[in-house]
């Protein structure tokens, strides 16, 4: 049976090479984003291509080179947020959800340091958008 990975964000610089690598590696490709056959917004849809499937990475999300208007801020939060949301809610209800769920974050939540690593382990939290982002976002799931 050949495995089925699902990835969100799939069009952007990571999301390109992972689904190249998981192609070659036998996977059957089901993607979810802003143009395709699943879009967001399309429950049904993002709940038909999550059941069932083995593998599901999320790397959605507005990219931050961008000016840091008003606009684009609220658009990086929702964009990662709302996503992360509906991932959640299809899982929440497939007959039979992905093994495996990866969700892209940030390592922008942890204080700009010059003085030593910062680790999920003992990295000290920044203040700021970023930081603000990463909260909301890694708080949805």
Known sequence: MTPVAVLAGASGFIGTALRDALADEGYEIRTIGRSGPVRWGDTAAIRAAVDGADLLVNLAGKSVNCRYTDRNRAEILRS???????????????????????????????????????????GELGTGFSVDVARGWEREP
């Open 80 to 122: 990662r947020v709302e996503t992360t949301r509906e991932l959640r809610d299809a899982v929440a209800a497939a007959a039979h959800p992905p093994r495996v769920w990866m969700n892209a974050s940030t390592a922008t939540i942890y204080r700009h340091a010059m003085d030593r690593p910062q680790t999920e382990s003992d």
